[in-house]
């Protein structure tokens, strides 16, 4: 293992997993010990990496004292990431939070527990992001924006500034949220929409303006 890295080991090792490598690496910070997955996929390789356990290997690497990341991808539903992340606070692992270098976020931002922040995000002053987030590739968060836990704001959506997207909502790509609206949580935004008043019925939405299908 490197010196005065942080051994870290990720959960899920499908697509997302890719793209986490990958902003791991940039970082500098971690040295992946490995990847833990479905009990077949064990001695597998994801970019380089092995699958070394599963799920019930999360104590064995916490009392190494790994830190942990989750990997697991969220495409509509939040519902895996969110036991993976639940079962580990419960046995009090340290869940990593993953900035990349080429991320802009200032000191007036805060980014929460087990989040991560991919390549080229912008996030502007007073946003609060929650927990196990995903900010995905190019998204803009603007100024005062709150994103409540478990929610994946995706690749290029911008979100304007005051507006507020509560836990476990899926942003689809090229998305944008108007300032100031307000968006309810268990809630799913296609791609391409645009979001100018509140949503607060639980759904699907898509479209320009975004209308509930």
């Known amino acids: 293992m490197t010196k005065n890295k942080v051994n870290i ?33 064990i001695g597998e390789k994801v970019l380089g990496y092995e699958v070394i356990g599963n799920d019930n290997d ?11 990341v989750v990997t697991t991808g ?3 539903s939040s519902r895996i990431r969110k036991r993976i992340f639940k079962k580990l606070e419960e046995i009090e692992a340290d869940i990593a939070t993953i900035i990349s270098p080429t991320a ?10 087990g989040t991560v922040v991919l390549h080229h995000c912008v996030i502007n002053a007073g946003a609060r992001i929650g927990d196990n987030c995903i900010i995905n590739t190019a998204s ?23 507006a507020k997207v509560g836990s476990n909502v899926f942003v689809g790509s090229n998305t944008c949220i108007s ?3 307000s968006v309810g949580d268990e ?6 929409s645009t979001v100018i008043s509140d949503i607060v019925e639980v759904g699907t939405y898509l479209g320009t303006p975004a209308k509930k299908i």
């Open 179 to 181: 300032n100031g609206v």
């Open 140 to 162: 803009i968060i603007e100024h005062d924006v709150k994103i409540n836990s478990h929610t994946h704001i995706s690749t290029n959506a911008v979100v304007n500034g005051d």
């Open 104 to 113: 802009t976020v200032p000191k007036h931002a805060e980014i929460g527990n």
């Open 187 to 192: 809630v799913v935004i296609g791609a391409g």
């Open 74 to 76: 969220q495409i509509k």
């Open 9 to 41: 080991v990720l959960v899920g090792g499908g697509g997302h997993c890719r793209s986490c490598i990958e902003l791991i690496e940039s970082t500098q910070k971690y040295t992946i010990v490995g990847i833990l997955d479905l009990p077949e996929k």
């Open 58 to 68: 999360y104590l064995k690497y916490k009392n190494l004292n790994y830190s942990f």
